[in-house]
């Protein structure tokens, strides 16, 4: 018996295991809220504003997350 694997599969496999999988992925973000990750990203947004507008939109924290890992 063998077994195959392809590298699609392991990498599918790997990124699905960490959470990083694209059933996972944030949805994309309309114009408003693209223009409130730019601004806290550039610091014109303060934490606490910022929590507020991550609790009504959680997909915001994690562009803002992913945003930073890239950089």
Same mark, same amino acid.
Request: charged share 25%; glycine share 2%; with cysteine.
């Given at each position: ?17 960490? #959470?990083?999988?694209? !059933?996972? %992925? ?5 114009? &408003?809220?693209?223009? =409130?990750?730019?601004?806290?990203? *550039? #610091?014109?947004?303060? !934490?606490? %504003? ?5 609790? &009504?939109?959680?997909? =915001?924290?994690?562009?803002?997350? *992913? ?5």
């Amino acid at each position: 018996m063998s077994i195959h694997f392809t590298v699609s599969e392991l990498t599918r496999n790997l990124f699905h295991s960490l #959470g990083l999988d694209h !059933e996972r %992925a944030p949805r994309s973000l309309n114009p &408003e809220e693209n223009l =409130l990750l730019e601004c806290y990203l *550039a #610091g014109q947004i303060p !934490e606490s %504003a910022w929590s507020d507008y991550v609790f &009504e939109t959680p997909d =915001l924290a994690r562009h803002a997350q *992913a945003r930073r890992l890239s950089q």
